[in-house]
């Protein structure tokens, strides 16, 4: 199921996933566009009739008079020679006189209700029928006569209807014509403004395996983010396979010479008849051997730094726990007596605990081989910085050697005393932490270590 939907999540492209929302905007705006049509024209088409309607009210009223003290209709046939255009429809009207008797017309045609004071627009129902009805109401005032009549004339509204549909209908069809007209628009534009991520995917599978080189591809503004963001990975990569491919033949050459003196001191040893020869060619082996193995694990130290500076996650650390981690192990492998200097307060930083204690275990290591006893670990803490370093007695680090701290095999050779690693796997943390290497020389002897921003807590 996993797989699935990994592959249906690479299926669905941006201009599909584009393409998907704009048809779901169109069918929302054509649906609100069809509601708004509809009403609309039957807004439209009640404007018209109810006109008609008015009318053949008002021509109705200004024939209502008072004659011999008895008011009078005179039915203009004009009145409802306007309302038969509507064909299928039919007419019904009411006048109500004075004294609220039906004068003409049909008496039982609806009257609004609550309105019977005013004029009015209304639907009805009339013989099962819908109406649409409108009502005038006329005063008068003769010296024999007073009050008013109520003029009533309705239509059916199968009429009105049809013209209301006609009009939603070719509103609809126009609007819905626009859209699949914009739809298509907009995705010839989408299709255009995509070209530079197909430009780009061009220039990625064209290239050869081996080739981390930045990617020159024009590309607009979003789209150059992405060019940049991938540039800068390969970049990275090509660094690290670059660093790794040196070390490997750096490893390989500085491996091959002890290999090749071991095999040699080896059958050497097989043909010598001598003890006391023999003695010292077996003393010769297991220098050479203790020396061989004291690479290996530089090797692999520097190797597991290198690794953990892309992967491992960094976190709060107190610098005197990992002097304590670090004398404990490396105590635990030697008879080396070392003594620990710790300040009575935490000293934080963030970092790899592991890639920082690896770091001071290979100065311990350099100072048990190189310089002086006895060997102190110092850690402190001044102006924003906390310093975690290894000092012994000895005489320090060459003139020669001392700008090269940090480069891999600077001694002469592999060794018992020395595999040519230590400093460059303290240099590695260093720049993995943003920290700094640091030197102090003065009458307590000579210190080296790191100098690594303080973080609180």
Do not use: C
């Not at 995509?194 to 020159?216: C, G, K, M, T």
């Not at 800068?232 to 490893?251: C, H, K, P, T, Y």
């Not at 650390?317 to 080396?336: F, K, M, P």
């Amino acid at each position: 199921m996993t797989a699935l939907a990994a592959d249906t999540a690479r299926g669905q492209s941006i201009a599909f996933r584009l393409g998907v929302a704009m048809v779901l905007i169109l069918v929302l705006v054509v649906l609100a566009s069809v509601v708004a049509a509809t009403r609309f024209g039957q807004a439209a088409s009640d404007e018209t009739f109810d006109r008609l309607l008015r009318g053949a009210a008002l021509q109705i009223a200004e024939r209502v008079s008072v004659t011999d003290g008895r008011v009078r209709v005179d039915l203009p046939v004009s009145a409802f020679e306007l309302l038969s255009l509507a064909r299928s429809d039919r007419v019904f009207y009411r006048v109500i006189g004075p004294d609220g008797h039906t004068m003409t017309g049909y008496e039982d045609l609806p009257l609004p209700p609550g309105n019977a004071g005013s004029d009015a627009i209304y639907d009805a129902r009339y013989k099962d029928t819908a109406i649409r009805a409108v009502k005038l109401t006329r005063l008068l005032a003769e010296r024999s006569m007073s009050g008013q009549v109520i003029i009533v004339v309705a239509q059916t509204t199968r009429e009105r209807t049809g013209l209301a549909a006609s009009i939603a209908t070719n509103a609809v069809l126009i609007i819905a014509a626009a859209g699949v007209l914009l739809l298509f628009l907009a995705l010839l534009v989408l299709r255009v403004a995509l070209r530079p991520l197909a430009r780009v995917e061009r220039a990625i599978l064209e290239r050869e395996a081996n080739d981390l080189s930045p990617i020159d591809v024009p590309a607009p503004e979003e789209v150059a983010v992405l060019v940049a963001a991938i540039n800068r990975f390969m970049g990275r990569l090509e660094s690290r396979i670059e660093a790794m491919q040196n070390f490997v033949a750096d490893a390989a050459h500085q491996i091959r010479t002890p290999i090749t003196a071991l095999r040699a001191q080896a059958q050497l040893a097989l043909e010598e008849k001598d003890p006391e020869r023999l003695n010292r060619l077996h003393r010769r082996l297991y220098a050479r051997s203790v020396g061989l193995g004291r690479l290996a694990d530089q090797l692999l130290s520097h190797a597991l730094i290198a690794h953990r500076a892309d992967t491992a996650a960094r976190e709060m650390i107190d610098l005197r726990r990992v002097a304590l981690e670090a004398e404990r192990e490396t105590r635990a492998a030697s008879a080396q007596a070392i003594t620990v200097e710790l300040p009575d307060e935490e000293v934080w930083v963030e970092g790899d605990p592991v890639s920082l204690r690896e770091a001071v275990k290979n100065l311990l290591n350099n100072a048990a081989k190189h310089g002086g006893a006895p060997i102190t670990i110092l850690v402190e803490r001044h102006d924003g910085w906390a310093s975690i370093m290894v000092r012994d007695h000895g005489s320090g680090i060459p003139e020669a050697l001392a700008a090269r701290i940090g480069e891999r095999f600077t001694s002469d050779g592999i060794s018992p005393d020395s595999a040519g690693l230590g400093l460059s796997i303290v240099a590695s943390v260093a720049a993995t932490h943003g920290a700094r290497l640091a030197r102090r020389t003065g009458e307590n002897g000579f210190a080296i270590g790191l100098e690594i921003p303080v973080t609180r807590p």
